[in-house]
C-alpha cells in the first residue's frame, strides 16, 4: 500500500530512502541520528556528512546507506520544540516535503521515516503525526510513492482532538448493545425457525403465546427484532378472531428456484465500483489513490468483473466513494463482506463514517493506535 505505520527499528526497515533526523551540524547526534550512525558504519557516513557541512532546519540532503537496508540516507533537520510560536509547525512541514521531493529526485520508489524532532528535540507527538500525515497525503495524491512511518514504540504514537476522543466511548457503547443483545440471541433464532420457516403448510388457527414473543422482542433486543420483522415479512397476522392475543401463522411463501436466482444476479463488487466512480464524476486514479491502493492493483481490478477484494480493500474504496453506512454494507456486501458489532475494525470504520470523515490516512492512524489491520493493499 502506498502508506503504512508500522513499529520497528528504523535502521532495520528496508526501503530505497531511510530518513535521518540529523544534527544541523556534520557530526553525529543523538537518538535516531546516533542509532543510524552505529548502523550504517560511523565512519563512512560521518566523511559523507562532513561533505554536506551544516545544514538549516528544515534542509534535506542525502548519501549513501552504506550497511543500513537502504540505497540513500536523507538528512533533513528538524526544529527544537519552544512554545509553538517560533515557525516550529511550518519547519517540521519542511523536513517531510523537502525529504519526498529529494526521495523523487533520486528516483525511490519507497521511504521510510521517523517521526522527525520528536524525541530530544521535544516536539510533541501527537502534532508531529498529524503533520507527517498531512504531508503523506498531499504527497500521494501527486506522486506514486510506498511511505513508511516507523514508530519505535507505543509512547512514541499518541493520538488525541475530539475526532479520535470519541472512538473508544463508541465502540465501548456498541459492545455493550451487542452484549446485551446476545442473551436472547438463542431465543430468538429458535422463534424464527419454529415460526417463520415452515416447509410444510400449517393450520390457519396455529398461533404463538404473544407472551413469549413479548419477552423475546423487548426495546433494545437487536436479534429478536431482527427475527420479528422477518417473521412478519412472511405474514406474521393477528389470531383469527382479530384479537391480539395471538398469532396466525400462515403458509410459507414459495422459495425461488436456484436457476431464478442466477438469472437475477445483481452487479459484482468491481462493476459496483466503476459504476459509483462514474455516477459520481470521479476520476480513477483520485480514488485508487484515495483508497491508499496502488496503480498497479487498481489496474488488475479494472480488468477484471469477478475481482475479489480483500475485506480492507474493499472498505477502503467505500471510504475513497465517500458512501453513506447503509451504501457501504451495501457496497462491501457485493464482495461477500458484512460488518459485526463483535469486531474493533469494523466499529472503527462505522464510527468515521457516521462522522463523515472518509480520508483512510486519517482513520488508518486510528486502525494502528488499536492494533488493527490499515487500510488499502
Not at 551540524?25 to 550512525?37: K, L, Q, R
Request: aromatic share 10%; proline share 4%; hydrophobic share 35%.
Amino acid at each position: 500500500m502506498p502508506f503504512q505505520i508500522i513499529r520497528n527499528d528504523i535502521t532495520k526497515v528496508k526501503a530505497d530512502a531511510i530518513v535521518n533526523t540529523a544534527n544541523p551540524e556534520p557530526v553525529c547526534g543523538g537518538g535516531t541520528d546516533s542509532a543510524i550512525y552505529n548502523a550504517a558504519g560511523m565512519e563512512n557516513l560521518l566523511a559523507e556528512r562532513q561533505k554536506i557541512g551544516k545544514m538549516e532546519v528544515g534542509e534535506a540532503k542525502s548519501t549513501p546507506a552504506f550497511n543500513l537496508p537502504a540505497k540513500y540516507l536523507i538528512h533533513t533537520v528538524g526544529p527544537i520544540w519552544i512554545d509553538g510560536k517560533n515557525c516550529e509547525f511550518e519547519n517540521l512541514q519542511k523536513c517531510y516535503d523537502n525529504s519526498l521531493i529529494l526521495a523523487v529526485e533520486l528516483g525511490c520508489k519507497s521511504i521510510a521515516f521517523p517521526l522527525i524532532s520528536t524525541g530530544v528535540y521535544g516536539f510533541p507527538k501527537d502534532e508531529a503525526l498529524k503533520i507527517a500525515v498531512s504531508s503523506f497525503s498531499k504527497f500521494l495524491l501527486k506522486e506514486d510513492m510506498e511511505i513508511i512511518l516507523v514508530v519505535f514504540d507505543t509512547e512514541s504514537f499518541v493520538l488525541s482532538g475530539k475526532l479520535y476522543s470519541g472512538i473508544d466511548e463508541f465502540i465501548d457503547d456498541n459492545y455493550v448493545s451487542t452484549q446485551s443483545s446476545l442473551e436472547y440471541a438463542c431465543d430468538a433464532a429458535k422463534l424464527e425457525s419454529e415460526i417463520c420457516d415452515f416447509e410444510e403448510p400449517v393450520r390457519e388457527s396455529s398461533t404463538v403465546d404473544p407472551r413469549f414473543l413479548n419477552r423475546l422482542f423487548g426495546a433494545g433486543k437487536t436479534h429478536a427484532k431482527q427475527a420479528r420483522e422477518r417473521c412478519e415479512e412472511k405474514s406474521v397476522g393477528s389470531a383469527p378472531d382479530g384479537s391480539a392475543n395471538g398469532f396466525k401463522i400462515h403458509t410459507a411463501a414459495k422459495k425461488p428456484s436456484l436457476d431464478d436466482r442466477v438469472k437475477h444476479l445483481s452487479d459484482t463488487w468491481q462493476e459496483s465500483l466503476l459504476k459509483i466512480i462514474d455516477d459520481k464524476g470521479y476520476t480513477d486514479t483520485e480514488v485508487y489513490k484515495r483508497a491508499n491502493i496502488d496503480r498497479k492493483l487498481f489496474s488488475k481490478i479494472r480488468s477484471n468483473p469477478t475481482y475479489q477484494p480483500k475485506k480492507i480493500t474493499a472498505v477502503a474504496f467505500a471510504l475513497a466513494l465517500k458512501l453513506s453506512l447503509d451504501d457501504t454494507k451495501d457496497f462491501i456486501g457485493r464482495a461477500g463482506y458484512a460488518f459485526s458489532p463483535s469486531s474493533i475494525f469494523d466499529l472503527i470504520i462505522e464510527y468515521f463514517i457516521e462522522q463523515e470523515v472518509y480520508d483512510t490516512y486519517t482513520i488508518n492512524l486510528a486502525l494502528f493506535d488499536h492494533n488493527q489491520p490499515l487500510l488499502g493493499e
